[in-house]
């Protein structure tokens, strides 16, 4: 066993040759970025249309078929988390088995849809890109799915074997340092994975990290959407439905606004009966009657308050001049019923400006801290860069291309 993976090793490292030299890339996808694969034996379900039971697994994330009406009462009530606030961790609903495939491999991240289609196309532009200067998919490319649905706290496995990844994507190119390009929350496990990294360990496996709109410091649409839910933009999708579905996912509470980031004096959402900042979160989501939600923000508040540089040479590449949700604010005698005014900022239209540029503080901070001492810190804004489409922006592809070449 060992034998034969030694060998497959060695046929790795002669066909990175090919690859020029240039440093071998991990692909972290954010939030929804990953394929997910389901497997169904229930004994109740909410809806007499809902399967309850499949034939071995099938793709159940971005499945335009499943994201119908009605048939998505059926997908949220097979996606959504249970909280369990003794173990302090969700799980799948009873009878609901979800796991997520091609680790690995860059497919897995390059589509969302593993049939290709063109809404599910995900960081396959910058992969192409990538080819053609030399790279090659499943050697010097490789990919990090993992269950966007939980935070770090509930992804412990995935930073182990990234570890592993990083080493192995190393040794096979002829022992060359790793880029990590993570997008949005995948940037954001780049840095907690670092992090947790000594700086030995980084220096000598990890390249750089190049964040692509990523939240260092969380977003208020974290808020909005456990206010009123998101309809993923172009989708025909209802954004009171999609929410029963997004409210139960930890991964929301740790993307929730970051106090290294907003003042406790901000009002992040307003009523005529009383101003929210996010010394009242617990008092909002009890308000909201989403007392889950309060639990797990207490999680992961840890991982917002580890907001310190992750030691590598990073680039963060990110949108402006987007109006970006700031504060809710209701109409007078709405309460949290009603549907909010979204009062907006500057941003890529899903993360506000100071999340995105949240890395130029370690810039500045640089010098006086022993942990990025001498580390190279680049911003590159791009305005009109909207989140998601920033993915298939010429002006990252030829950044990433160029950065790459160093
Ligand atoms: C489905 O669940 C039932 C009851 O929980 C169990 O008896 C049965 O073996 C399960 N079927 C499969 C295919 O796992
Ligand atoms: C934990 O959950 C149970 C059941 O939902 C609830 O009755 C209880 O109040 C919760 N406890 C805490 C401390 O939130
Ligand atoms: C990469 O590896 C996966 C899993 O082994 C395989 O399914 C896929 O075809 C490979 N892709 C390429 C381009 O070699
Ligand atoms: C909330 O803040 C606004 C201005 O930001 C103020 O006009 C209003 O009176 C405040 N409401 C309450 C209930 O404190
Ligand atoms: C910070 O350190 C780097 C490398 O050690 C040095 O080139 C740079 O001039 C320093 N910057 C400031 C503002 O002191």
């Not at 929730?256 to 307003?270: H, M």
């Not at 308000?287 to 939600?293: F, I, T």
Request: aromatic share 10%; proline share 5%.
């Amino acid at each position: 066993m060992c034998r034969i993976s030694l060998v497959i090793l060695f046929i790795y490292s002669l066909l990175a040759q090919y690859s020029a030299g240039f440093s071998p890339v991990i692909l972290i996808p954010g939030d929804g970025g990953s394929q997910l694969e389901a497997k169904l034996n229930r004994s109740a379900s909410t809806h007499y249309i809902c399967e309850k039971t499949s034939n071995g697994y099938f793709n159940i994330w971005l499945n335009l078929e499943l994201l119908v009406p009605f048939v998505i009462d059926c997908w949220v009530d097979n996606t959504k988390l249970v909280y369990d606030n003794k173990t302090r961790t969700t799980s799948n609903p009873e009878g609901v088995d979800i796991r997520v495939p091609g680790w690995g491999t860059p497919e897995a991240v390059e589509w969302i849809s593993p049939t290709h289609q063109k809404a599910g196309s995900y960081f396959s532009t910058i992969a192409d890109a990538l080819v053609k200067m030399g790279y090659q998919r499943n050697v010097s490319i490789r990919g990090a799915p993992y269950d966007f649905r939980k935070a770090p706290n509930e992804n412990v496995e995935f930073f182990v074997k990234l570890k592993t990844l990083a080493e192995e994507t190393y040794k096979m190119n002829n022992n060359t340092p790793v880029t990590i390009i993570g997008h949005s929350m995948g940037g954001a496990m780049a840095q907690h994975f670092l992090r947790l990294q000594t700086q030995a360990w980084k220096d000598q496996y990890i390249r750089r990290l190049i964040g692509i709109s990523t939240p260092w410091g969380g977003a208020v649409k974290a808020l909005k959407v456990f206010a009123i839910g998101d309809d993923l933009g172009a989708l025909m999708l209802r954004e009171s439905t999609m929410r029963a579905q997004q409210v139960t996912c930890p991964s929301l509470a740790w993307l929730l606004p970051s106090r290294a980031l907003w003042k406790p004096t901000e009002v992040l959402v307003t009523t005529d009966k009383y101003n929210y900042t996010l010394n009242d979160l617990q008092r909002l989501f009890l308000d909201m009657n989403l007392p889950a939600a309060w639990e797990m923000r207490k999680d992961v508040e840890r991982f917002q308050d580890d907001f310190a540089a992750p030691g590598v040479e990073l680039h963060c590449v990110y949108g402006t001049d987007i109006p970006t949700v700031e504060q809710l604010s209701y109409k007078p005698g709405t309460w949290l019923d009603g549907y909010p005014t979204l009062v907006k900022g500057d941003g890529d239209g899903t993360v506000n400006l100071r999340s995105l540029s949240a890395c130029l503080h370690w810039k500045k901070r640089r010098n006086r801290t022993t942990l990025n001492k001498g580390k190279v810190i680049k911003a590159l804004p791009l305005s009109k860069a909207e989140h998601l489409q920033i993915l298939h922006d010429q002006r990252v592809i030829d950044y990433i291309t160029t950065v790459m070449k160093n």
